[in-house]
């Protein structure tokens, strides 16, 4: 898995004290309880389709704590070519997001999920093709255990960065002549910049 940069790093304990603050409560768009009646005997309110991602977090050798992102394959039909987490829709079997993003994570990169601690699952954001997504935050432990097995079909490459390039303010690894600024940064590149400075945020 190809590696960019490096940085002093960002203390995990903390990190994951913090995001557990923000710990997603009860949601209008949760799937509805079995057996819940129709609205006045109409149809069932609404709720968009539902997905998730995994954002995983590992100790690299140098001690900076590091995310693992991917570069969607550039023959798909929406956002070709553009960094993002692993995940994807949920689908019928899956228990709950969590279920949703290791399986997906699973498909796209070879994780093995018995190799993910997952600590915590995040609000969500609702995407741009009304999908409600939600972010489920897992540490990886052993690093050298995961040989990452792409499925080309969904993925073009994997790599991982340093988390703490996330709280660099004006997203300088996006503007043009920056070791970095040849990616197209998606959606999820935003969300990380938000959840990262949540967990650094001083309480």
């Known amino acids: 898995m190809a590696g960019e940069g490096s940085g002093a790093g960002v203390e995990m304990g903390a990190l994951i004290r913090r995001l557990r603050l923000h710990q997603a409560g009860p949601s209008p768009y949760d799937p509805a309880p079995a057996g819940t009646p129709a609205i006045d005997g109409g149809e069932q309110l609404f709720r968009p389709r539902r997905a998730a991602v ?109 988390l703490e390039m996330f709280l660099k303010k004006n997203y300088p690894w996006m503007r043009t002549g920056h070791p970095r600024s040849g990616k197209r940064w998606g959606r999820h590149s935003q969300f990380i910049t938000s959840l990262t400075q949540k967990g650094t945020r001083s309480t």
Request: aromatic content about 4%.
């Open 54 to 162: 995994l954002v995983c977090l590992f100790r690299a050798a140098a001690g900076e704590l590091r995310v693992i992102l991917t570069k969607r394959s550039s023959s798909l039909s929406t956002h070709s070519g553009e960094v993002s987490l692993p995940g994807g829709k949920a689908e019928e079997g899956d228990a709950d997001d969590v279920a949703t993003a290791l399986r997906e994570s699973k498909e796209e990169i070879g994780l093995d999920p018995a190799l993910v601690t997952v600590v915590a699952s995040l609000e969500h954001f609702l995407s741009k093709h009304l999908l409600v997504v939600v972010p489920v935050i897992g540490i990886l432990s052993d690093i050298q255990a995961f040989i990452p097995v792409l499925n080309v079909a969904e993925v073009d490459e994997i790599f991982d960065v340093p």
